[in-house]
């Protein structure tokens, strides 16, 4: 069955993926002689710097969620379908979705990357991660429900078990929710849960380098290491997790940490679509690019941001995996197909880096940009204004900017609701996600 699509004479260009890169070529390409159809497998864009706060009770989804429909809207040329990718068929030239078969002119493959668990299934199985917004849900959910439950255990080893925290991964994701956890601790659950001494809660970050925000600068990481051990957080690097059974984490030091909440922030790898017969990365699994974007041996097949990696002296292991990479890729891209259609040359992609940042609470973040690198009240502000900046949507960035202002003079947050129990049966929660259509 073939999807419907209007007929037209322009070249039909497919975006599998309307993330940070997928929007970026299809914006560059409103108006131009092309058919644009962007194919996502949910009706929104999210805005993943943001999720941990969903997670832990700061933001309500809506406002770091923007629906696809709407950024193109005022676009005659771009089409928007919720569809998966299953399968690429590029001998002849179409795509394989949930909603049917459709052929392309140009393809771009912009379907970010997913949780990489290495293998370990117990950790598969029994921990949260957190790259979408379901998941961040699941997470604020659990949390949640862990200390409703806590509130009932007799036993202070129940209690904390059910209060302690496990984050895995010493990124900025990593970082950002250790810190927004310390933050619950601090200053929302004792008003919560008056009954339980939250003295007994512990908040866990584990990372296998030698230090945190090993992607940023020493000073970068130096300070927040400090922020996070000001705040209570038990910083343990060099260390790792072997495995996890729901109860207990065995760390590759032999520490054993017992916890019902351990969150995966640990790996990404390419979320490859299955029949692209193209070279991958050893390492993350990443559809291997030229300096134009286009896939090795495919005709007018082209990945971007965190699918794919683009190999060179300065970037062996290809860019990072970040939204800028992404955008900038996705600008060149479309600039790039229109300079086929019109027989010039193409422009091959220069990544322009404009530095990283991550904060660690309130007044706390480290930033570090080309010139110059600072840290704390101003970094935090900083920090601010670029995430605003970038969310997708006036409404949204007015949203988050009023919660932010009423989360920091009262130091409470509205959004600490169970709305969608999360299961913690494996097999349960399964047969559930099955009948939520196309996730
Ligand atoms: C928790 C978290 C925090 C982050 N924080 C930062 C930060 O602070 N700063 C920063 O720069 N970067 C951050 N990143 C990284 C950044 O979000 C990514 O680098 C960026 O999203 C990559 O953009 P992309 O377009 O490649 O993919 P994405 O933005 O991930 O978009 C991929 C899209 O493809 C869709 N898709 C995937 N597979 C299919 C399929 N088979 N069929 C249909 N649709 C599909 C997905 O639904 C999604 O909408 C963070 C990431 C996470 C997870």
Known sequence: MAIEIPETSFPRVIIIGGGFGGIQVAKKLRNKEVQVVVLDQHNYHTFQPLLYQVATGGLEPDSIAFPLRKIFKHHQNILVRVAKVDAINAAQKTILTSIGEISYDFLVIATGSKTNFFGNQDIKDNSMPMKSIPEALNLRSLILQNFEEALLKDLPSEQEQLMNFVIVGGGPTGVETAGALAELKLHILPNDYPDLDLSRMQINIVERAPRLLNGMSEQ?????????????????????????????????????????????????????????????????????????????????????????????????????????????????????????????????????????????????????????????????????????????????????????????????????????????NKQVREEEEKTIPRN
């Open 220 to 424: 970068a990481s130096k300070r927040a290491t400090d922020f996070l051990t000001e705040m209570g957080v038990q910083v343990r690097t060099n260390d790792s997790v072997r495995s996890y059974n729901s109860i207990q984490a065995e760390l590759a030091s032999g520490k054993i940490l017992t916890t019902s909440n351990l969150i995966w922030t640990a790996g990404v790898k390419g979320a490859i679509i299955n029949g692209l017969n193209a070279p991958l990365t050893e390492k993350g699994n990443k559809i291997i690019v030229d300096e134009f974007n286009a896939v090795k041996n495919h005709h007018h097949i082209f990945a971007i941001g965190d699918v794919c990696a683009m190999l060179s002296e300065a970037y062996p292991n290809g860019h990072p995996g970040v939204a800028q990479a992404a955008i900038q890729q996705g600008k060149n891209l479309a600039n790039n197909i229109i300079n086929i259609i019109n027989e010039r040359p193409l422009n091959p992609f220069k990544y322009k880096d404009l530095g990283s940042m991550a904060t660690i609470g309130r007044n706390k973040a480290v930033v570090d940009l080309p010139l110059i690198r600072f840290q704390g009240v101003f970094a935090w502000f900083v920090w601010m204004f670029l995430h605003l900046l970038f969310l997708v949507g006036f409404r949204n960035k007015l949203i988050v900017l009023i919660n932010w202002i009423w989360n920091y003079f009262s130091y409470d947050n509205g959004t600490r609701l169970i709305i969608r129990p999360f299961r913690k």
